[in-house]
């Protein structure tokens, strides 16, 4: 199959039969630190922040009757549009359509349909390019998988379809398939994060807090880029609850577009979503461009990064166990030695 034909198959299934409008009008709002010199600490964007005297409610996943809350500021800044004018799909949208062996003209209508495949195929892939342009440059959300691969409780992890060599890899596929469903053009931090939290909170209530998970998502941004732990960390308070209020927004839009309907389904969204992210070219047709090989390179480049980082914590992390011994021991007594 053409990856034309598999974007498209997978766009019909997904509900994205219509190309995005003004896809490159924008970019993205996940920043890239890593290798870039960025600035933080401007939150023009972010709320008002209440008073500490006042009380606040206890932060928790978006019910229907929440009201909308206002948009804000990614925590790190705007990163790069992704590459989509150099995507074959893009060129394929653009190219004129071949005439029959016979050297007969191409019906309009004919050349009509194979334009509007073509589009459509070229905003799919611009879409989860995007998705991947994010999770491959933010720290910030690789720093939140981290969280989930030491925990070992990935989302949807009763499914049959996961292994638990593949955690990564799943949880990121059920991201695209919220990314695509929703109908986002470009994915940014507080995207990928509220569909992450909507996948953990779905799966336990303990984890409904945004709070709660947000902090774990922080707890391990120091490996992957210093600069942001500088800059969140100069004015703390402040930068926490505009990346909160953000996600936070984020997720209430996410569940808006999908008419709150999360379940997804194995075979018709995740797996196809998986072998967007994932697939390479030899394991597929051997036909599949070299763009796209090459994200699929940089996606397993991202998943493996995350468990070397968990690998050398759990190497060097002391158990629980070594603690409480050493609080058992008696105390070495200091003996007085007479001149």
């Known amino acids: 199959m053409s990856v ?3 974007q498209e198959t997978c766009g019909s299934r997904l509900g994205c039969q219509r190309p995005v409008q003004g896809m490159a009008a924008e970019p993205f709002g ?8 960025t600035s933080f600490g401007s939150w023009s964007d972010a709320p008002e922040v209440p008073s500490l005297a006042e009380p606040r409610p206890r932060e928790r996943s978006l019910t229907p009757e929440d009201a909308e809350m206002a948009e804000c500021s990614p925590i790190t800044p705007t990163a790069a549009p992704s590459h989509a004018a150099t995507s074959p799909l893009l060129e394929a949208a653009t190219a004129v359509p071949a005439a029959p062996e016979d050297g007969a003209p191409v019906p309009p209508a004919a050349a009509d349909a194979a334009a509007q495949r073509a589009a459509t195929a070229a905003a799919l892939w611009h879409r989860i390019q995007s998705f991947m342009h994010c999770v491959s440059d933010s720290p910030l959300v690789q720093s939140a998988l981290l969280s989930l691969q030491l925990s070992g409780a990935f989302p949807a992890a009763a499914e049959e379809a996961l292994s638990a060599e593949r955690g990564l890899e799943w949880t990121l596929s059920q991201m695209l398939s919220f990314h695509l469903k ?6 940014t931090e507080h995207s990928l994060l509220a569909s992450l939290w909507l996948l953990e909170s779905w799966e336990s ?10 902090n774990d998502y922080l ?4 490996l992957f880029s210093q600069e942001a732990v500088i800059a969140i960390t100069a004015d703390w308070k402040n930068s926490f609850r505009a990346l909160r209020a953000g996600v936070v927004a984020a997720q209430s839009d996410l569940l808006k577009r999908l008419d709150w309907h999360i379940r997804l389904d194995v075979e018709s969204e995740i797996k196809p979503c998986s072998r967007l992210l994932f697939q390479m070219a030899g394991e597929a047709s051997g036909k599949a461009p070299t763009l796209r090989e090459a994200w699929a ?11 070397h980082h968990a690998a050398m914590l ?6 629980a166990e070594a603690y409480a011994a050493d609080g058992q021991g008696a105390p070495t007594k200091r003996q007085r030695t007479w001149a």
Not at 314 to 319: C, D, E, G, L, M
């Open 4 to 6: 034309e034909a598999e």
């Open 30 to 37: 996940s920043p890239c630190l890593m290798g870039r010199s």
């Open 182 to 187: 929703a109908g986002w053009a470009e994915a």
């Open 205 to 214: 209530v303990w984890r409904s807090p945004a709070t709660v998970c947000l």
């Open 219 to 222: 707890k391990h941004l120091a």
């Open 297 to 307: 390179q940089r996606m397993h480049s991202v998943c493996s990064r995350v468990r």
């Open 314 to 319: 759990h190497k060097h992390s002391r158990p």
